[in-house]
């Protein structure tokens, strides 16, 4: 059973940051893409920053220059650290992995953290 633990949100000022974490049990992560997604109420789920097995990146263009992934596989554990936040990126934030790419580009996840919710106000 795979399981992914997302941490690290909360309610923070324009401009401000946060960082997330996603803690993955019942699979080693070094072998697969892994991803952050984000969905605002209303609004269909959308990918943020996923990265490879080589660490390669890709990022949604609304969120070049302010975000970064990266991964710790000795912690099989995923982060996205968030800066210069803006109101837009108020959602609940999931992790995903993907069991069948080590892409970031093509990721389509098979399992899903709970979320954790990231407001910004303005």
């Known amino acids: 059973q795979v399981q992914l633990v997302e941490s690290g949100g909360g309610f923070v000022q324009s401009g401000g940051s946060l960082r997330l974490s996603c803690v993955v049990s019942?699979?080693?992560?070094?072998?697969?893409?892994m991803g952050w997604f984000r969905q605002a109420p209303g609004q269909e789920r959308e990918k943020v920053a996923a990265i490879s097995t080589g660490g390669s990146t890709d990022l949604a263009d609304s969120v070049k220059g302010r975000f970064t992934i990266s991964r710790d596989n000795a912690m099989n554990t995923v982060y996205l650290q968030m800066n210069a936040l803006k109101p837009d990126d108020t959602a609940v934030y999931y992790c995903?992995?993907?069991?069948?790419?080590?892409?970031?580009?093509?990721?389509?996840?098979?399992?899903w953290g709970q979320g954790t919710q990231v407001t910004v106000s303005s």
């Open positions: 019942g699979r080693r992560i070094s072998a697969y893409a």
């Open positions: 995903g992995i993907d069991l069948s790419t080590t892409s970031a580009r093509t990721i389509r996840p098979h399992y």
